[in-house]
Structures are given as C-alpha cells and as structure tokens.
C-alpha cells in the first residue's frame, strides 16, 4: 500500500479538479446532440444527480479507506468534496433552469414532494460546507470547523434519501447507494471507534 499511497502523493490536486469535472461537460453535450436518449434533460438530471452522490460516498469513503485499509487519499478529500457540490449544483441546476423553470411550480414542488424537500435539504447542508472549504476559512473557524463539516454525514443521508424516494418502484441501485452510506457513516458511531481501539491492542499483543 505505501507504494500505492506514494503515487497518490504525486498526482497533482488540480488534476482531480479537471478530470472530475470534465463529465459534466461530456454530458452536457451529449444532451444537446441527442446523445442522452429521448428525455434529454431528465436524463442529465439523473446523471449529475447520481455522479454526486458517488462522489459523496467516495468523501464519506476516504477516512475508513485510511483507517482500515491505509490507503490515504486525505490530499484529494477537499477536492472530491467540492466536485461533489459542483454536481448537486448541476442537478439542481437543470431541475431549475431546464426542466421546471416556473417559480411558482419550483416552490410548489419544494413544499409538497417530500423527496423534493429531502433533496433541497441536503443541498442546503452542502452550502456552508462548500463555502468553508478553504485555507481562510479553515484558520478562522478553527474547532468549529470539522464540526460544521459533520453537517456532510446528513447530507449524505439527505441525498441518498432522496434518490430512494425518486424512482418508480423497487430498484437496487438507489438502495445499494443508501446502503453504503449507512455503512459509511456506522463506521463513525463513537461506539465503533471505541471498539476498534479496545481491539487494537488485543490484535497488537496476540500477534
């Protein structure tokens, strides 16, 4: 593994940014030529929608990844964060501007779809998060800053609640993705890390 994490520490962060974003422009295109079948704009809802959602999961994945299997990708963990909101920005985005578009629908369909609410939610929990997402803001908040950065476990929750909510019938898919969330953010129940410490010298001293 530390040759693995050793090639991570060289890749450069400005390359996630740009690799990461490019998707939302390939899809972007797709949809302009046709290329996102016949509800175009349903469909790039969809994909943004579902690209953040993983990239959230990949966040919520970078401490346990570190913790249980010592791969450290904490360089990259802001970067995927914010590429995260950059997508819920697009889906939201296309939900707005594309696809609803009358004001008055848009606050009718907060108020009374309940996977519209959730969804809206999550987004707002995202907003400080992507806000404080700098050095600035870090030295200034100091202690309270990966407090208000836990608000990413509810939106998480909130995302992969929403996406449940929104499809028609039983599909795998939504649930397999709330379903590792779940995982993801059990792993950080206190009860878990106390455990996996009361372990560790039981492991260390049988070994």
């Known amino acids: 593994m530390d040759t693995v994490n050793q090639l991570f520490r060289r890749f450069p962060v400005w390359a996630v940014y740009l690799l990461g974003a490019l998707p939302a422009f390939w899809l972007f295109y797709l949809g302009l030529t046709g290329g996102l079948g016949v509800e175009p704009i349903k ?3 969809h994909e943004y929608g579902e ?23 904490m360089k990259f963990r802001r970067s995927i964060g914010l590429l995260c909101f950059f997508y819920v920005s697009c889906h939201l985005l296309v939900w707005l501007v594309l696809d609803v578009q009358i004001i008055g629908q848009i606050l009718s369909d907060i108020a009374k779809r309940p996977y519209i609410t959730i969804g809206m939610g999550g987004f707002v929990l995202m907003l400080p998060l992507a806000l404080t997402s700098n050095n600035f803001a870090v030295r200034r908040l100091g202690r309270a800053w990966p407090r208000l950065h836990k608000l990413t476990y509810a939106a998480a929750l909130l995302g992969a609640l929403h996406y449940v909510m929104l499809v028609k019938g039983f599909q795998i898919e939504p649930l397999f993705y709330l379903g590792v969330v779940v995982v993801l953010l059990a792993l950080r129940l206190p009860a878990a890390q106390f455990r996996k410490r009361q372990s560790a ?7």
């Open 43 to 45: 469909a790039l809802e």
């Open 51 to 73: 690209l953040a959602l993983q990239l959230m999961i990949l966040t919520l994945s970078i401490s346990p990844m570190r913790r249980l299997l010592g791969l450290n990708l």
């Open 201 to 207: 010298p039981r492991a260390s001293g049988r070994a």
